[in-house]
T-cell receptor, first 114, second 111 residues
C-alpha cells in the first residue's frame, strides 16, 4: 500500500546502456515529478506531468525521456547512460500542479553508471 | 528567481538540546515553504509546510517552523533533540509547480 513506489531501488549499469525507472502512485494525484539528487545531496526537478501532459522540463538532456501512460504512472527512460548520470532519482506526486498541498516522494532509485 | 539558502551544511547538537536549522528564501511572491527530512537511504518525508495561513507551523515529530516575512526566513526548530532526529533536512520553496530545494543540512545528534 505504498503511496509512491519506484522500481528498481538500485540500478547498476554500464556506460552507453539504456535503462528505465518506473514510478507508480496510488494517491489519486494528478501531478507527478522526477527529481535528481546528486552526490552532494542537492535535489533538482527534472520533469513534471499533469494528467499525462508534460508541464515542466528543466533543461534535461534529451537522453532522458519521461513517459506517462496514465496519471498514476510516470516512467523515466535514459538512453546512452553516462557516468554523470549516477545519482538518486526520486519520483513524487502532488494533488495539484502548484503543489500547494504538498508533495509525496518515493523512496528513490540509486543509479550507478560504471 | 526564487531560491532557498540553508545556513550551515552540518549542525551538531547533544541529545535533549534545542535544534535550530536555518532557512532563508528569496521570492517575489508570497511563497509556499516546506521542510522535508531524509533519513539515510530513504526518500523525503514532509515535516511541515507553510501555505500563508498561520505563521507558526507545527509539524510531525515535534518540529515547528516560523515564517517571518520581514526576515525572509523559515527556520526549523525542535525543543529537545532525539537520537532518531539525525538525518538530512531540506528547506524548499514552491513557486509555480515545482519545489526548489536548499542545499540541505545534516543534523547530527550526540548522546
Amino acid at each position: 500500500d505504498t503511496a509512491v513506489s519506484q522500481t528498481p531501488k538500485y540500478l547498476v549499469t554500464q556506460m552507453g546502456n539504456d535503462k528505465s525507472i518506473k514510478c507508480e502512485q496510488n494517491l489519486g494525484h494528478d501531478t507527478m515529478y522526477w527529481y535528481k539528487q546528486d552526490s552532494k545531496k542537492f535535489l533538482k526537478i527534472m520533469f513534471s506531468y499533469n494528467n499525462k501532459e508534460l508541464i515542466i522540463n528543466e533543461t534535461v538532456p534529451n537522453r532522458f525521456s519521461p513517459k506517462s501512460p496514465d496519471k498514476a504512472h510516470l516512467n523515466l527512460h535514459i538512453n546512452s547512460l553516462e557516468l554523470g548520470d549516477s545519482a538518486v532519482y526520486f519520483c513524487a506526486s502532488s494533488q495539484d500542479p502548484q503543489g500547494f498541498k504538498g508533495y509525496t516522494f518515493g523512496s528513490g532509485t540509486r543509479l550507478t553508471v560504471v | 528567481a526564487q531560491s532557498v539558502t540553508q545556513l550551515g551544511s552540518h549542525v551538531s547538537v547533544s541529545e535533549g538540546a534545542l535544534v535550530l536549522l536555518r532557512c532563508n528564501y528569496s521570492s517575489s511572491v508570497p511563497p509556499y515553504l516546506f521542510w522535508y527530512v531524509q533519513y539515510p537511504n530513504q526518500g523525503l518525508q514532509l515535516l511541515l509546510k507553510y501555505t500563508s495561513a498561520a505563521t507558526l507551523v507545527k509539524g510531525i515529530n515535534g518540529f515547528e517552523a516560523e515564517f517571518k516575512k520581514s526576515e525572509t526566513s523559515f527556520h526549523l526548530t525542535k525543543p529537545s533533540a532525539h537520537m532518531s532526529d539525525a538525518a538530512e533536512y531540506f528547506c524548499a520553496v514552491s513557486p509555480t509547480g515545482k519545489l526548489i530545494f536548499g542545499q540541505g543540512t545534516t543534523l547530527q545528534v550526540k548522546p
